[in-house]
């Protein structure tokens, strides 16, 4: 059964990762298609070569002199290249391809900063097959125009087109390693176009789809996705399978191990993932399954937490009785631009939860204004301090008390919830606190549900 794997950037951060890398390859012949991210920070102080590529987009753009990072740049690749005895010949094309980067035509500077970030990728992709074949190892760099991955015009935002999984459908391969750039893909117009954040994720997803590949190793730095952030949480409980809505669902609110838009293409092309460790790589790591026959161990998955939500609470009176309330609410949220992620409301009351990058000082007064004037609330309040709480579980379908289990200890600890809501999926409660008590709720959910259950 042929797999395909993907490496972060802190796996492939320097010549030490990368030897990490190509041992895990060569531990396991069905490793067959390979999806890299550009190399990441060696260091806690370092600076990921993405980073030092956005500076050399804005120096292009500047006109400024942008010789100091390319030569930062360059001498990442190059450390690599060294210590795997790469031929100066071959390497060449690296320091040529960045040189030649400002020189390029772009229909303007969001597809230039797209173009200047995917190089990242795409550079330690042709680098890694030239490791690889120094090494004796037969690999093919695929670029993403050639195997056809087409993505949205939006530059710095791209989604995926259908057409990619026919055009992947079509792609053929023998017994070769084949070495995928990840975060890219390439427009209808020819241009470079980035996905928005994860992107190597979505792209070991789109490629495994496309390919029909049904097992998906996502290689990073954990060794395991676990029940409760170990930054909240001492040595939380690993999680060993969890379903594509599980991981969704606590993506979220805050586990960023694996990319939530990057389940999509799973989703739809039923692949097992694997989330595993570079650096521990016996480790079984945590499989993200199909529903399907999945049967959970616990009576919830995991908890997790978010503090970049804001809410707007608005009172009136006989709120429930008046026809198009929520519909002229709705209008004014969208002349503005701004989408709402939960809509929890009563009789006289109504809470708007919005994610926080949408919101702005000056949106927040105009929108303000505009609903005194066409709905005239007895109340309206902006609340920014607000934490979003999920407690995710398929077993919780089964459960009659997962709320009450919930929500006693917090009221134990003093910690007041300012909302409640269960998902309809009945896979998941989520929570409203003060972001001042976001991580003690998080401790206190997780020490009810799991401090008395065995591993």
Partial sequence: MTKIIKFGGSSLANS????????IIEADASRQVIVVSAPGKRFDDDIKVTDLLIKYANQTIQNQDSSEVLAAIIARYQEIATAFSVPDDQFQIIPTTLTELPDQKYPNNEYLMAAFKAHGEKLNAELMAMVLNQLGINSRFVDPGEAGITVSDNPNSATVLPETYQNLGHFGYGDEKLIFPGFFGITKAGNIATFARGGSDITGSIVARGLNIPMYENFTDVSAIYAANPKIVKNPMPIKKMTYREMRELSYAGFSVFNDEAIIPAIEGQITINV????????????????????????????????????????????????GFTFKLLQILYKYDISY?????????????????????????????????????????????????????????????ALSKSIDPLA???????????????ISIMLGTRKADANRAVLDIYNQFFNSQED
């Fill in 341 to 401: 992620e939960h809509m929890p409301s009563g009789i006289d009351d109504l809470t708007i939860i919005f994610e926080d990058s949408q919101l702005t000082d000056e949106k927040m007064r105009a929108v303000g204004k505009e609903i005194h004037e066409s709905l005239h609330p007895d109340r309206l309040d902006w609340i920014r301090d607000y934490s979003i709480i999920m407690v995710v579980g398929e077993g919780m379908v089964n459960q009659t008390n």
């Fill in 276 to 323: 595993r460790n570079t650096n521990e790589p016996e480790a079984p790591g945590t499989l993200i399954v199909p529903e399907g026959a999945f049967q959970s161990e616990h009576e919830i998955t995991g908890v997790a937490s978010s503090g970049h939500f804001s809410a707007l609470y608005l009172h009136r009176y006989l709120l429930n009785k008046e026809v």
């Fill in 16 to 23: 030490a990762q990368y030897q990490k890398v190509i041992d």
């Fill in 412 to 426: 134990t600890d003093g910690i007041k919830v300012n909302m409640i809501n269960q998902g309809a999926s009945q």
